[in-house]
C-alpha cells in the first residue's frame, strides 16, 4: 500500500524557473493539501484541496499554484521560483470519519533548492 | 497569528522517564486534536488525536490530554525510550478538516 507517493525526492532549480510538484495517494481520499516546512516554522498550509474540483488558499500560497487533476491526484506549481521558496515540500490526504476529525497522511516530501 | 502554539522548541528527558510536551491554541472552533512524529528525512506520521469532547485519550504509551478551558493540551510519554526521539507537531482542525499545525517540539530521549 502505497499512501501517499510525492515526486520528485530532491529539486534544484535556478531562480526564476518553473516546476510542478506532483502527489498521488490510493487510500481513496477526498482531501488533498500541501504544506512547506522550514526551520522554526513547523509546518505552513499552502493550499489544500476538501474534495475534487475544490481548491482553497492556505496560511502561504503567494508564489504557487494548485491543480487538483481528480481524485487521486494535487499537484503544486511554482511559476517562477525564488530562494524564499527553498524548503522541504510535503502532500498529504485525508478522509474525515466520525470522531476522527482530519486525521492526515503525509508523503515522504520533495527537498526543493532554489539557487 | 499563531492559532496553534509549541512554546518548548526542545525538551531532554531520561530513558524510563516521563515525557510531558504541550500545546496551546486560540482558536475555539478547533473541534479536533492530533500528535505527529516526525523523523529527519520522512514525513509526519499520525500518532495519536482527541475529539474536543473528550479530556483524555490513551494509547499504549502515550496519553494525550485536554483541557479546553484553557486551550491547551498535553501529550505524554510514559515510558520514554530513544526510539521516541523526534520532533513532535500538535495539529488542530475544525468544521473545514483543514489541519494547523505548531511549530514543533525537538524531543531528545538519552539513554
Known amino acids: 500500500n502505497a499512501g501517499v507517493t510525492q515526486t520528485p525526492k530532491f529539486q534544484v532549480l535556478k531562480t526564476g524557473q518553473s516546476m510542478t510538484l506532483q502527489c498521488a495517494q490510493d487510500?481513496?481520499?477526498?482531501?488533498m493539501y500541501w504544506y512547506r516546512q522550514d526551520p522554526g516554522m513547523g509546518l505552513r498550509l499552502i493550499y489544500y484541496?476538501?474534495?475534487?474540483?475544490?481548491?482553497d488558499k492556505g496560511e502561504v500560497p503567494n508564489g504557487y499554484n494548485v491543480s487538483r487533476l481528480n481524485k487521486r491526484e494535487f499537484s503544486l506549481r511554482l511559476e517562477s521560483a525564488a530562494p524564499s521558496q527553498t524548503s522541504v515540500y510535503f502532500c498529504a490526504s485525508s478522509e474525515a470519519k466520525g470522531g476522527q476529525g482530519a486525521r492526515a497522511f503525509f508523503g515522504q516530501g520533495t527537498r526543493l533548492t532554489v539557487v | 497569528d499563531q492559532q496553534v502554539k509549541q512554546n518548548s522548541p526542545s525538551l531532554s528527558v531520561q530513558e524510563g522517564r516521563i515525557s510531558i510536551l504541550n500545546c496551546d491554541y486560540t482558536?475555539?472552533?478547533?473541534?479536533?486534536f492530533l500528535w505527529y512524529k516526525k523523523y529527519p528525512a520522512e514525513g509526519p506520521t499520525f500518532l495519536i488525536s482527541?475529539?474536543?469532547?473528550?479530556d483524555k485519550n490513551e494509547d499504549g504509551r502515550f496519553t494525550v490530554f485536554l483541557n479546553k478551558s484553557a486551550k491547551h493540551l498535553s501529550l505524554h510519554i510514559v515510558p520514554s525510550q530513544p526510539g521516541d526521539s523526534a520532533v513532535y507537531f500538535c495539529a488542530a482542525s475544525g468544521s473545514n478538516y483543514k489541519l494547523t499545525f505548531g511549530k514543533g517540539t525537538l524531543l531528545t530521549v538519552n539513554p
Open positions: 482527541i475529539s474536543s469532547i473528550k
Open positions: 484541496s476538501a474534495s475534487e474540483g475544490t481548491t
Open positions: 482558536n475555539s472552533m478547533f473541534d479536533y
Open positions: 487510500m481513496n481520499h477526498n482531501s
